[in-house]
């Protein structure tokens, strides 16, 4: 009997141990950063795969064209090229026996009536915390290979929930989208 007894006060102790460490856990954390650029192509050079490009300060730049660019003979001089670039850092509390690295990446082609497409590149490590400074604001977390490394943190209330030895899942993010459009209309 005394065993039972034991056993409901434990299971009642763990949950709300569990509850309690859940309420408390850090949010998961994301910053990120857009930035955007619209270009007129100048000039093609199709032999030689180049294209100019003329930025909205008048600047120009010439750029080879891989062979990934299928559809380099659909572009045509005064089409507006937009590149989309987006960074992104998400911190997050590490799950139980998660990996300590993953990566993945994809690319996709526009299928519209110019050519276009866009690439994301994402990956994932798991890091242990191994100090807090609150008054820098700072963390120092040791990778999975041993590699110290401090960081600064942007606002100190993101350190808030955290403590040493925590696993951290850090996911950096990379996305680029380029979309053409024909010349406009005069």
Same mark, same amino acid.
């Given at each position: 009997?005394?065993?039972? /007894? ?16 859940? #309420? ?7 910053? $990120? ?6 270009? *007129? ?12 490009? !003329?930025?909205?300060?008048? @600047?120009?730049? *010439? ?6 660019? /299928? ?5 045509? &001089?005064?089409?507006?090229? *937009?590149?989309?670039? *987006? ?22 082609? $526009? ?7 866009? #690439? ?15 008054? &820098?604001?700072? &963390?120092?977390?040791?990778? #999975? ?12 209330? @993101? ?7 925590? /696993? ?12 053409? #459009?024909?010349?406009? !209309? /005069?």
């Amino acid at each position: 009997m005394k065993t039972w /007894k034991t056993s409901i006060a434990l299971a009642a102790f763990l949950a709300a141990t569990l509850s309690v460490s859940a #309420a408390d856990a850090p949010k998961p954390q994301t910053v $990120s950063e857009t930035q955007s650029l619209t270009a *007129t192509i100048t000039a093609l050079n199709p032999a030689t795969r180049e294209i100019t490009f !003329k930025g909205p300060k008048g @600047n120009s730049v *010439t750029l080879v064209a891989t062979d990934e660019v /299928k559809r380099f003979s659909d572009l045509k &001089v005064g089409d507006q090229v *937009t590149v989309t670039y *987006t960074e992104s850092i998400a911190v997050r509390l590490a799950k139980p026996g998660e990996a300590a690295a993953s990566a993945s990446a994809d690319a996709s082609r $526009s299928t519209g009536p110019k050519p276009g497409g866009a #690439a994301k590149a994402e990956a994932t490590v798991v890091v242990t915390l191994e100090n807090i400074d609150p008054t &820098v604001p700072s &963390v120092t977390f040791k990778s #999975a290979s041993g590699d110290l490394r401090t960081v600064r943190v942007r606002d100190p209330k @993101n350190l808030v929930g955290y403590k040493l030895g925590d /696993k951290v899942a850090i996911t950096y993010t990379e996305s680029v989208a380029i979309d053409v #459009a024909a010349a406009p !209309k /005069k």
